[in-house]
């Protein structure tokens, strides 16, 4: 039908336009990234059209920019976003209301509070979330705050045992 042809163009644009914005967020500090950024932009486009349930979510660049500097080709890349995110993460944790990610944010609190209750309440009582660092560790699956090496250490555990894995590596 036109009209839906016409609005998934539209949302690809949309799309198309947040990946662009994002991109030259990802990694501005490493050079080896740079050369990659087209790579990057073509599988994020590619997996908002395959994946339209979830699009594009922030984050998801930091991933695929770790994957080309793995060093993966763009088929490659995108496949690997495929099992990532439909396959390993819970089910809406890189939808628009990150309902998954936001779940696993209580339970990782819930973790930090049994396994390691004095660093909760100095978090607490210097009024510091955990979800002001944790979302982000669990979002971009450590890409955005390990080294490249240790990130793909995480990622190797990730694939063996699962998302729950990532609980152990923020605690």
Not at 2 to 15: F, G, P, Q, S, T
Not at 128 to 144: G, I
Request: contains cysteine; negative net charge.
């Amino acid at each position: 039908d036109a009209e839906a042809a016409v609005r998934d163009d539209a949302v690809l644009a949309k799309h198309d336009r947040e990946i662009a914005k994002d991109i030259k967020r990802t990694f501005p500090w490493m050079e080896s990234y740079a050369a990659r950024e087209k790579s990057a932009h073509n599988v994020l486009l590619a997996y908002s059209h395959r994946n339209p349930q979830v699009g594009y979510c922030q984050s998801l660049n930091f991933i695929v920019g770790a994957l080309l500097m793995a060093p993966l080709p763009e088929p490659d890349a995108f496949c690997a976003l495929c099992t990532i995110v439909e396959d390993l993460l819970p089910t809406d944790y890189c939808t628009d209301d990150l309902l998954g990610a936001r779940i696993d944010q209580l339970v990782f609190a819930e973790r930090m509070r049994h396994d390691l209750p004095r660093l909760t309440d100095w978090l607490a009582r210097m009024q510091c979330p955990m979800s002001l660092f944790s979302l982000q560790w669990f979002m971009c699956l450590f890409a955005k705050d390990l080294p490249l090496s240790m990130t793909l250490r995480v990622w190797d555990v990730l694939f063996v045992y699962g998302d729950h894995a990532l609980f152990a590596f923020g605690l």
